[in-house]
């Protein structure tokens, strides 16, 4: 009976073992702002479709389920998203993903009187991405954190 349940314990270690293995480092996913086109809005809110470019530099493939982005722009919140879409990010390879983003009309007035209050000539707007990727993995999902700037000008983020 005790080498029965020894047995059993020797397994069950083995499974564990096995299992943990499977939980590799994976890279960061590397995300980046393809695209801004304008939504229809309402009276105090503007509404834009974030379209990112999803690069994943691991050797599995990202499955996901819904996606949130999170948009700040120097160093203030300004607009948010969400998304039911569901796809792959295959491996070494990309996707390209829409979000349909909402810029509250007190997020849009709050950054006009901080750039207004600039002393310093402003030729570059200084952005925070943040967002997941939901689903997909057993952590619930992808996270992602990217960090750029747009020259003012005419030239594209950064």
Do not use: W
Request: some cysteine.
């Amino acid at each position: 009976m005790v080498y029965r349940g020894y047995s059993l314990l020797v397994l069950l270690m083995l499974a564990l073992v096995a299992g943990c293995s499977s939980l590799v480092h994976l890279e960061p996913v590397r995300v980046s702002v393809v695209g801004i086109e304008p939504l229809p809005h309402e009276e105090l809110e503007a509404r834009f479709t974030v379209k990112l470019r999803v690069q994943n530099p691991n050797e599995t493939a990202i499955h996901f389920d819904g996606v949130f982005i999170d948009l700040e722009l120097e160093n203030r919140s300004f607009g948010s998203g969400v998304s039911d879409q569901k796809g792959t990010v295959p491996r070494f390879g990309e996707a390209l993903i829409s979000v349909p983003v909402t810029v509250p009309f007190t997020a849009v007035a709050r950054q006009l009187l901080g750039l207004a209050s600039n002393k310093a000539p402003l030729d570059r707007l200084n952005y925070r991405l943040r967002g997941r990727l939901g689903g997909g993995n057993l952590f619930g999902g992808v996270r992602f954190d990217k960090k750029g700037g747009i020259q003012l000008g005419g030239d594209a983020p950064q």
